[in-house]
């Protein structure tokens, strides 16, 4: 069992920054990939991104390559997501997700293992 936690949501302007954390618990971070996903309400979950287990590779969503770095800490077992230039169309609930590392990292957030809580970000226009 892996248990992720996710911080760093909150309400912002168009153009601001912001940094989602989520840390995980229960096995070893380092076997997992670790995928950042997003629902806006009334709308299907959606891939923004995706780091493998040991950090080497990262995959973006085209919505927000070159605005959104996924990045991870396998000493504090935390993956970040550093949003800048934020949109309107930014908002969502942003879930952190875990897929044990048996293949390359996937943007199907039906294969993913574990699941966050979820964390708003509101971008306001």
Not at 54 to 83: C, E, H, P
Request: net charge positive.
């Amino acid at each position: 069992q892996v248990l992720l936690v996710e911080s760093g949501g909150g309400l912002v302007q168009t153009g601001d920054s912001l940094r989602l954390s989520c840390a995980a618990s229960g096995r070893t971070f380092s076997n997992y990939h670790m995928g950042w996903f997003r629902q806006a309400q009334g709308k299907e979950r959606e891939f923004v991104a995706v780091i493998s287990a040991r950090g080497a590779s990262t995959y973006y969503g085209d919505s927000v390559k070159d605005r959104f770095t996924i990045s991870r800490d396998n000493a504090r077992n935390t993956v970040y997501l550093q949003m800048n230039s934020l949109k309107p169309e930014d908002t969502a609930v942003y879930y952190c997700a875990a897929r044990y590392n048996i293949e390359t990292p996937t943007t199907d957030w039906r294969r993913y293992d574990y699941w966050g809580q979820g964390t708003q970000v509101t971008v306001s226009s």
